[in-house]
């Protein structure tokens, strides 16, 4: 039966990871991240079932691993449930919150702690209480989820990616399976470093990630002459911009969330090979948090073929684009806005950008002026050196590779 159920499973896991849109990855990534914990979950209450029976005797280290995996497994499930929500655009993807938010997953958590206190110390075989705590831990795993916005929906993927790994161990130590809990230490671990690398990236704490309702307002449509950022939005056609690009001496590609959603990557390569074969020198600059999960922007261009080398952290591009001729703008919004660097009241205010704004020409490839994940205007679609190529970016990008051949 243990055979059947794996290929089952892998059956069912292949055919979705192949089957799946690359603009979808996210929310794949979420869902799997779920149904870890929730595996997990299962194999503590199981264990705890089997203890029922008035022959055996539930130990105080088992017990203790018991209500552990179930509750980082079950809010590890319930959370990711959330998570995948939020990305599939099932439920909205702005913060969800209300007074006292903070102070009920608090009470949450020392009820949870309290009752798998008493199940394994004084009354092991209450099954009423160990269902009430997985109801709490299913519970504090949407509440905890709910309040991030989708600003913040990488690091809530790693850190759910290392829930699941912190569950897995868990039920290693359940079942006395070294391998399972060798491993998922190893998960939890590497998940925790990178929502650490997240949370620099975005110069924020992990308290305020989870705490801080990035995006809470509603998102505001850019206007002309609105906000810190007053003035002209200046349009451009794709011939124009493919000109521009084509006598270019270097050209910096910066890819985001938009290029995912159009799949312009193929497009993109394309568009740098041309531009190659003219002389150009051709980099990508990669935010930490660009896109809905981390790596995201990295995974895309891997599938369109660019080669490594031409890709480059933010820290290490950054100074190039005091001499960059052109940088593009492929769809990304927060990861450039100025306005992180000098509004306070931002709540982007802090985060390290990349510094697009000091390029020689700037073309930004969106479908409208609308705000980005956080909510706020970006300033960078009013600097006098912007050009707005509005479309999808896969129909731009193409059409941009026509005009480059041309030139």
Known sequence: MILVGGIIGALIGSVAARAVQMTAMPQMVGIFNGFGGGASALVAISEFLRLLNPELAMTNDAGVSIVLGTLIGGVTFSGSMIAFAKLQNLMTGAPVTWPLQKALNSLLLLAILALGTYVVFFEQANLVVFLVIIGLALVLGVTSVIPIGGADMPVVISLLNSYSGLAAAAAGFVVDNRVLIIAGSLVGASGLILTNIMCVGMNRSLANVLFGAVGTADVVAGSVGAGAAAGQVRDVSAEEAAMLLGYANSVIFVPGYGMAVAQAQHAVRELADVLKERGVDVKYAI?????????????????????????????????????????????????????????????????????????????????????GFAGVENELFFHPKTMMLFGDAKDSVTKLVTGAKAA
């Open 287 to 371: 935010h930490p948090v660009a896109g809905r999960m981390p790596g995201h922007m990295n995974v895309l261009l891997a599938e369109a073929n660019v080669p490594y080398d031409e890709l480059f952290d933010m820290d290490e591009i950054n100074h190039a684009f005091k001499t960059t001729s052109v940088a593009v703008v492929i769809g990304a919004n927060d990861v450039v806005n100025p306005a992180a660097r000098h509004d306070t009241t931002s709540p982007l205010y802090g985060m390290p950008i990349l510094d697009v704004d000091e390029a020689e020409h700037i073309i930004v490839l969106k479908r409208s002026m609308r705000a």
